[in-house]
């Protein structure tokens, strides 16, 4: 089956850095992918659509400059959460569409 | 109402029985029918990928698909431990505007 490896896995920050989490599609190239965001014992929440070369599109209630997304490449969109505060603490995953979609393993994000 | 219901639990069974995990929606332009297994802090792994109506085997895993009452399953036969997961049913009318359910807890006790 298709592989999207998603990294780093976890990570742990002050409140005000800016952290990266990058996506790759490892066996073919996608030229969507999708950011989500999920809190304990609930379900995914679309965040954006990524799509390579262009510019991302948000859903409803997600600040843009806030989430920074980049599809610079048909195998790799990184989300930036920016200036990040606790409030931004959450498991993010990325998915990566081969029809059906093909999930990451998820970053599990901790701002102190 | 949502376009994707689905009975959030938890649900548990005994080793060795079989389970049934069921979703409805609304949407009847929805033609593609994923399931997904999600372990605790993992990132949801497809199981059963259907599209339009009928059936799917693969192993222990049937999925089923009845557009006429816009309602999806999932059937686990024999059951093990290892099962023990959330299971999410997603569908989509287009290929990449996909809807989830809320997710099943699924706990397979030994």
């Known amino acids: 089956g298709a592989v999207v490896s998603q990294h780093p896995s976890w990570v742990i920050c002050k409140s005000g850095t800016s952290v990266k989490i990058e996506c790759r599609s490892l066996d073919f190239q996608a030229t969507t992918m999708f950011w989500y965001r999920q809190f304990p014992k609930q379900s995914l929440m679309l965040m954006a659509t990524s799509n390579e070369g262009s510019k991302a599109t948000y859903e409803q209630g997600v600040e843009k400059d806030k989430f920074l997304i980049n599809h610079a490449s048909l195998t790799l969109s990184t989300l930036t959460v920016t200036s990040a505060h606790p409030e931004d603490s959450s498991f993010y995953i990325c998915?990566?569409?081969?029809?059906?979609?093909?999930f990451g393993d998820g970053t599990r994000l901790s701002i102190l | 109402q949502k376009e994707v219901e689905q009975d959030p639990g938890p649900l548990s069974v005994p080793e060795g029985a079989i389970v049934s995990l069921n979703c409805t929606y609304s949407n009847s332009a929805f033609q593609y029918f994923m399931w997904y297994r999600q372990y605790s802090r993992k990132g949801p792994e497809l199981l059963m990928y259907?599209?339009?109506?009928g059936n799917k085997e693969d192993g222990r895993f049937t999925a089923q698909v009845d557009k006429s009452s816009k309602y999806i399953s999932l059937f686990i036969r024999d059951s093990q431990p290892s099962d023990s997961a959330t299971y999410l049913c997603a569908m989509s009318a287009m290929i990449h505007d996909m809807r989830f359910g809320a997710g099943t807890r699924l706990t397979v006790k030994p």
């Open positions: 998915s990566a569409s081969n029809q059906p979609q093909h």
């Open positions: 259907t599209y339009s109506s």
